[in-house]
T-cell receptor
Framework: GENVEQHPSTLSVQEGDSAVIKCTYS??????FPWYKQELGKRPQLIID?????GEKKDQRIAVTLNKTAKHFSLHITETQPEDSAVYFC??????????FGQGTILTVHP | DAMVIQNPRYQVTQFGKPVTLSCSQT?????MYWYQQKSSQAPKLLFH???????NEADTPDNFQSRRPNTSFCFLDIRSPGLGDAAMYLC??????????????FGDGTRLSIL
């Protein structure tokens, strides 16, 4: 089955800096890669996703890049703000919408 | 305007006492999922329904069962909860076909405590 590795497990940045979280996946058949933000005690919320026919996607301060050959994808957050502090999960999808999640990254943005 | 609704938000049950968690959706999505999420861990898929077809993950304990009486509702039954089953249970939905990639929408979850 699919295996997703996510790094780093914790990330601490100063407000205004950029944050980068990286994930690798094992199943070359995976074709959809969402990123979820989860605040304490709340639901995971989709913040951006990318499909395997696209190399990069951007939405305001958030961008995701995908390298299919190397089987890795990354989340980039620019101009970080304290409200960006949360746990971020990457995921990879194979058949029937089944998602395999990475282990999560605790992002802390210091004012 | 919640689209995936889970009830209750918090559930306390006794060791070994059956418990049912519910999920409903207003999105008319054909795929529904149940995840277990323990503290500081990623959500772990327990099973999912693709339309009426039930798909159980290989490592989901027999203690966990699910029912989907119609498109809108899905239930998670834990027959004999143990202390290790204390967790957040997340329901999610998506619009799925074999070749499409649609996002999953999560409910707020039910936090289950075992006494």
């Amino acid at each position: 089955g699919e295996n997703v590795e996510q790094h780093p497990s914790t990330l601490s940045v100063q407000e205004g800096d950029s944050a980068v979280i990286k994930c690798t996946y094992s199943d070359s058949a995976s074709n959809y890669f969402p990123w979820y933000k989860q605040e304490l005690g709340k639901r995971p919320q989709l913040i951006i996703d990318i499909r395997s026919n696209v190399g990069e996607k951007k939405d305001q301060r958030i961008a995701v890049t995908l390298n299919k050959t190397a089987k890795h994808f990354s989340l980039h957050i620019t101009e970080t703000q304290p409200e960006d502090s949360a746990v971020y999960f990457c995921a990879a999808r194979t058949s029937y919408g089944k998602l395999t999640f990475g282990q999560g990254t605790i992002l802390t943005v210091h004012p | 305007d919640a689209m995936v609704i889970q009830n209750p938000r918090y559930q306390v049950t006794q060791f070994g006492k059956p418990v049912t968690l519910s999920c409903s959706q207003t999105l008319n999505h054909n795929v529904m999922y149940w995840y277990q999420q323990k503290s500081s861990q990623a959500p772990k898929l327990l099973f999912h329904y693709y339309d009426k077809d039930f798909n159980n993950e290989a490592d989901t304990p027999d203690n966990f069962q699910s029912r989907r009486p119609n498109t809108s509702f899905c239930f998670l039954d834990i027959r004999s909860p143990g202390l290790g089953d204390a967790a957040m249970y997340l329901c999610a939905t998506s619009r799925g076909t074999q070749n499409s990639n649609q996002p999953q929408h999560f409910g707020d979850g039910t936090r289950l405590s075992i006494l």
